[in-house]
């Protein structure tokens, strides 16, 4: 997944040149000159449909552009068949637009999942779903934000990397075979973008985050996080799967320099 991300940002080098002019109106830009830009380094020439059965529910403005609150869905009985195996989230005028890609199985039910993200500016929210066959489905959403992805920073290195990895996870009781249960996951990581700043050298901190999360209940693949720069900070989410009988939750979280993080939940029926 990390050579994924290196090979679209490089895709994507005129799409940050096109969101670094338009800041002062990204309202009238972000769709023709930035979005247009990203869905061609994406997707190439692919078709793909606006549709409301994949919905971005989030503020209209943000109190932080470096927390911002979002929940995707999945309506599957609107999609009318159309099943979705994998989920791309953007944010249109970040440095770094890709903020995560979901990976689904058939075990989440009518997805559902809240996580918090990054916004450098003003800027639209998308998500594509992609189908296995590769048809491609498109959900958008303006949300006002700004500050997230640079700025100034302590470089309190030992400290942060003590810290680094401490998992929480949680699965709501009562559980019962065949209905949705929620899980929440939170991983304790600064997720710095790269693009941060050292108060003290003035030289930018490398990039340092989690890049991966895997998913599994009772030995199965439930769901698989690639993550991106564009994921806030202490990376949380909170989804909804359908348990076939007990079992364990397990996650495995890595970063980008290879490091590897876990923990499990005994769920009973």
Known sequence: MGMQFQRWAGQLAVAVALSMTSVANVYAEADPKLWSVMKEAFFAKREMKEVDFIKIDAPKRAESGAQVPVTYSIDNAAANGVVIKKLYAFVDANPIPVTAIYHLTDALGDFQLSTRIRFETDAYVRLVGETADGQLYLASRVIRAAGGCGGMVENNEAEIRAAAGRIKMN???????????????????????????????????????????????????????????????????????????????????????????????????
Request: proline letters at 6%; hydrophobic letters at 40%; aromatic letters at 12%.
């Open 171 to 269: 699965v709501e009781s009562p559980v019962k075979v065949g209905t949705p249960t929620t899980a929440t996951f939170n991983i304790k990581h600064i997720m710095r973008t790269g693009l941060q700043r050292d108060l003290v050298s003035q030289g930018y901190v490398p990039a340092f985050y989690i890049n991966k999360v895997d998913f599994v209940y009772a030995g199965k693949p439930l769901m698989t996080v690639d993550v991106g720069v564009g994921t806030a900070e202490d990376p949380y989410f909170k989804f909804s799967f359908i348990p076939a009988s007990a079992g364990k939750l397990e996650a495995v979280a890595t970063d980008n320099e290879g490091k590897t993080f876990s923990q499990a939940f005994e769920v009973k029926i």
